[in-house]
């Protein structure tokens, strides 16, 4: 083989073995923190990863967060904190029948909850979850349960409100079926969503007081969103208008 062909040769094979080093770097599970992952979701996006988060079920939810804590709401009860991850699968019955259970819910569903380190396939990039609510998605392949006890009480307090929106078009009619859901809600209150009534209208009950933004929107509409303000013991009002796509 002469010289030129040789190194035709060897560029060839390192080329390959580089596009394998790539791709096996790119599948390898990676360790990370729950705050790492969050802040980087965009690098770690398809990638098999592993970090601890506290798991939260109940009505309508299947998530992980960094933290879970007691409820600014009259009745005591655990809420997780911060960014939520939906857990679209890997929560066996066994481990499952292991978490802790709270009984006393506004839904009427048991909640369970408890501190994991889970492996798993992470997404962003889409909208993900019950209502597409949720940013970040993963597909659990191994859960392992830590120990964990729920804090204690918090306090007995009212802090709670009532949210009530009306949607409607730009020519004040309204609006079924438009999407509502919070992007930002005050410290141990849930992401919210829901969506209107024949009437345009959508009424949360039994949120935390203080300071949300909601993203509202229909496919056939632009979306809008809108700041405000749930006071504690009364019923929060407003109206929002959508042009048409």
């Not at 802790?100 to 962003?124: A, C, M, W």
């Not at 392949?141 to 830590?146: D, F, I, M, P, V």
């Not at 729920?150 to 949210?163: D, E």
């Amino acid at each position: 083989m002469n010289r030129k062909k040789f190194l035709v040769s060897f560029i060839l094979i390192l080329s390959v073995m580089s596009s394998a080093i790539a791709g096996c770097s790119k599948s390898a599970n990676q360790t990370v923190t729950f705050d790492q992952l969050i802040s980087q979701a965009d690098r770690y996006n398809g990638r098999s990863v592993t970090f601890e988060a506290f798991y939260f079920a109940g009505f309508e939810i299947s998530a992980l967060s960094r933290a879970v804590g007691p409820s600014t709401s009259g009745t005591w009860k655990i809420v997780p904190t911060g960014s939520l991850i939906w857990v679209e699968s890997g929560i066996s019955e066994e481990l499952f029948n292991k978490l802790y259970r709270q009984t006393d819910t506004p839904s009427g569903y048991t909640e369970h909850i408890g501190k994991l380190k889970v492996t798993g396939n992470f997404e962003t990039g889409r909208k993900y979850g019950h209502l597409d609510a949720y940013q970040y998605q993963i597909a659990i392949t191994s859960a392992e349960l830590l120990d964990w006890s729920p804090p204690p009480g918090g306090g007995t307090s009212t802090q709670t409100g009532i949210f009530q929106i009306k949607v409607t078009d730009q020519n004040d009619k309204p609006l079924a079926g438009a999407k509502v859901v919070s992007e930002e809600q005050p410290d141990g209150q849930l992401k919210i969503t829901g969506l209107t009534d024949a009437e345009g209208i959508a009424i949360f009950s039994d949120v935390n007081s203080g300071n949300y933004i909601f993203d509202i929107n229909r496919y056939d509409y632009l979306q809008n969103n809108i700041a405000i303000t749930v006071a504690a013991g009364q019923t929060t009002s407003a109206t929002v208008k959508l042009e048409s796509a």
